[in-house]
């Protein structure tokens, strides 16, 4: 197979199944800034998550995100 073939077939994949591809080939190169880059996420994550609590920011329904994704 190409890489123009995995290329397309990995288009067609659901969002998720993309990001999650996305997140494996990017876990493949073992980069010394991965444990960094996730840590920073993780802080963000956390920060976002204690702001919808406290009602500073609205949620946005999963399905209603997918689907302007895949427009």
């Known amino acids: ?3 123009e ?16 591809l996305i997140e494996d080939l ?3 190169f073992n980069l010394k800034q991965r444990k960094k880059i996730d840590k920073i996420w993780a802080k963000e994550a956390k920060r976002r998550m204690n702001a919808l609590k406290e009602v500073k920011i609205d949620a ?7 689907d302007e994704i895949n427009r």
């Open 60 to 66: 946005i329904p999963a399905q209603e995100v997918f």
């Open 5 to 20: 073939q995995l290329l397309s077939k990995a288009i067609d994949l659901p969002p998720i199944e993309r990001a999650q």
């Open 1 to 3: 197979m190409t890489k």
């Open 26 to 28: 990017l876990d493949s």
